[in-house]
Antibody, heavy 123, light 113 residues
């Protein structure tokens, strides 16, 4: 059974940093691209970032480019999102999502999602 | 970015009746070289993450009941639930993956009448 378990969310002040993690199990992790998708009541679902199977190619939404860094550790079956210079508009439920191919920018739909981790940005 | 617009925003349908949700993309998501529409549908129940229902506009994900079907091509797509069951109450989203960034519709809330 595929499982994706996010952690690391919480309350953070504007301008500060936070690191999200996603522990994956139930599939061959390094056979697939992985993604972060966030959800807010106002903006709905938004793809944030994706990383190919071997970390060889990476992409970001324009809204987070230069502030967020995605990474993965295939030995640990883990995905990460380092978020810096956080803004109020980054406040969301962040989902880890499994891609269906090796590459983050190829056939980018998601067949499994975690339960999400909530990031609250407030002073 | 490709803008995805769903209609209606909310929908109430009687049990056993047909439910139809529409999704329109701001540009075509049909890739001519393989004749595939890069369009997926998800179902999200309260307190749960989205669940993949359909990809390539009409291919049902494994385990999804056959009362769910997807149709359309180019810029106009439809998700149909042929006979609404109580467990189908949810918000439904379309998503295009023709371009990066992939983008989602705003969601359609489906309720029981």
């Amino acid at each position: 059974e595929v499982q994706l378990v996010e952690s690391g969310g919480g309350l953070v002040q504007p301008g500060r940093s936070l690191r999200l993690s996603c522990a994956a199990s139930g599939f061959t992790f390094d056979d697939y691209a992985m993604h972060w998708v966030r959800q807010t009541p106002g903006k709905g679902l938004e793809w944030v970032s994706g990383i190919s199977w071997n970390s060889g190619s990476i992409g970001y939404a324009d809204s987070v480019k230069g502030r967020f860094t995605i990474s993965r550790d295939n030995a640990q079956n883990s995905l990460y999102l380092q978020m810096t210079s956080l803004r109020a508009e980054d406040m969301a439920l962040y989902y880890c999502a499994k891609g269906v191919t090796y590459y983050y920018d190829n056939n980018v739909y998601f067949d499994y999602w975690g339960q999400g981790t909530l990031v609250t940005v407030s002073s | 970015d490709i803008v995805m617009t769903q209609s209606p925003d909310s929908l109430a349908v009687s049990l056993g009746e047909r439910a139809t949700i529409n999704c329109k993309s701001s540009q075509s998501v049909l890739y001519s070289s393989n004749s595939k529409n890069y369009l997926a549908w998800y179902q999200q129940k309260p307190g749960q993450p989205p669940k993949l229902l359909i990809y390539w506009a009409s291919t049902r994900e494994s385990g999804v009941p056959d009362r769910f079907s997807g149709s359309g091509s180019g810029t106009d797509f439809t998700l149909t639930i042929s006979s609404l069951q109580a467990e189908d109450v949810a918000v439904y989203y379309c998503q295009q993956y023709y371009n990066t960034p992939s983008t989602f519709g705003q969601g359609t809330r489906l309720e029981i009448k």
